[in-house]
C-alpha cells in the first residue's frame, strides 16, 4: 500500500480509538503477516525491563486485550506489576503506535469466549505447555501434547485456570507517521482525570 502522508489526518482526531481502528484497518490490507502483532514490554520485580511480540485479540474504549499463560514470565511480570506498554510497528506504512497504562484482567466470559474461538490444536497447546519454564527436549512437549490430546479426545477442551487475559488500560496513545528528512509526525493522546483525551504534537 503506498505511503500516503495524506491520508494520516491527526487535526480530525478528537480520541485516539478511531484513529487506531483507521490504522489497523490500514495495516490489514497492507502488512504481509500478523497486522495486529505488537511488542509487549514488561517489568520484573527488580525493575528489569522485558519485551517480547504478542497478538493483539481486541480493543475498545476500555483497552488492548491479549491472551496469555499466567504462569509465563509476562504473565508473572504483569501480575506484580499491574502495568505495561505496547508498540505496534506497521513497516509497510511507516507507523507505529505506542501504548502505555495499568492493567487489568479480562472477565472469565471473556476468556471463555476466546478460549473456544482458537484452533482445537491451540487448546491443547495451553494445557501441554508449561510457558517459559525449562524444557528437557522436544520430545516432552510433543509427548504432552498427544497425552493432552488424548485426555480430550472427545467434547469440549475446557480453558485452563492459568490461561486467561489481559487489557492494558491506556493513560497514553502516541501515533508516528515517517515523514521526509526525519521530521516525523507525533501526536500523542493522554487521559484526564474526567476520562477525556489531551491531544499534544511533539516534536520529532
Given at each position: 500500500?503506498?505511503?500516503?502522508?495524506?491520508?494520516?489526518?491527526?487535526?480530525?482526531?478528537?480520541?485516539?480509538?478511531?484513529?487506531?481502528?483507521k490504522?489497523?484497518?490500514?495495516?490489514?490490507?497492507?502488512?504481509?503477516?500478523?497486522?495486529?502483532?505488537?511488542?509487549?514490554?514488561?517489568?520484573?520485580?527488580?525493575?528489569?525491563?522485558?519485551?517480547?511480540m504478542?497478538?493483539?485479540?481486541?480493543?475498545?474504549?476500555?483497552?488492548?486485550?491479549?491472551?496469555?499463560?499466567?504462569e509465563?514470565?509476562?504473565?508473572?511480570?504483569?501480575?506484580?506489576?499491574?502495568k505495561?506498554?505496547?508498540?505496534?510497528?506497521?513497516?509497510?506504512?511507516?507507523?507505529?503506535?505506542?501504548?502505555?497504562?495499568?492493567?487489568?484482567?479480562?472477565?472469565?466470559?471473556?476468556?471463555?469466549?476466546?478460549?473456544?474461538?482458537?484452533?482445537?490444536?491451540?487448546?491443547?497447546?495451553?494445557?501441554?505447555?508449561?510457558?517459559?519454564?525449562?524444557?528437557?527436549?522436544?520430545?516432552?512437549?510433543?509427548?504432552?501434547?498427544?497425552?493432552?490430546?488424548?485426555?480430550?479426545?472427545?467434547?469440549?477442551?475446557?480453558?485452563?485456570d492459568?490461561?486467561?487475559?489481559?487489557?492494558i488500560?491506556?493513560?497514553?496513545?502516541?501515533?508516528?507517521?515517517?515523514?521526509?528528512?526525519?521530521?516525523?509526525?507525533?501526536?500523542?493522546?493522554?487521559?484526564?482525570g474526567?476520562?477525556?483525551?489531551?491531544?499534544?504534537?511533539?516534536?520529532?
Open positions: 500500500m503506498k505511503n500516503d502522508l495524506k491520508q494520516v489526518d491527526f487535526t480530525e482526531a478528537g480520541e485516539p480509538f478511531r484513529l487506531f481502528a490504522w489497523l484497518q490500514d495495516a490489514e490490507r497492507s502488512e504481509p503477516n500478523d497486522p495486529n502483532a505488537t511488542a509487549l514490554a514488561t517489568v520484573d520485580p527488580d525493575g528489569m525491563p522485558n519485551i517480547r504478542v497478538l493483539l485479540k481486541g480493543f475498545d474504549e476500555r483497552g488492548f486485550v491479549f491472551y496469555t499463560n499466567f509465563s514470565t509476562k504473565g508473572q511480570e504483569i501480575l506484580s506489576s499491574m505495561a506498554a505496547m508498540c505496534f510497528h506497521w513497516k509497510s506504512l511507516r507507523r507505529q503506535v505506542r501504548v502505555r497504562g495499568p492493567v487489568e484482567k479480562v472477565t472469565g466470559e471473556e476468556a471463555d469466549a476466546y478460549y473456544v474461538s482458537r484452533p482445537r490444536g491451540s487448546r491443547i497447546g495451553a494445557w501441554a505447555s508449561k510457558q517459559s519454564r525449562p524444557l528437557e527436549n522436544r520430545f516432552a512437549l510433543e509427548k504432552a501434547v498427544a497425552e493432552y490430546t488424548a485426555k480430550f479426545a472427545v467434547g469440549e477442551i475446557p480453558r485452563p492459568y490461561w486467561s487475559g489481559f487489557r488500560k491506556p493513560m497514553s496513545i502516541e501515533f508516528w507517521h515517517d515523514r521526509p528528512f526525519r521530521l516525523h509526525d507525533r501526536i500523542i493522546f493522554t487521559r484526564e474526567d476520562g477525556s483525551w489531551l491531544k499534544t504534537r511533539l516534536y520529532p
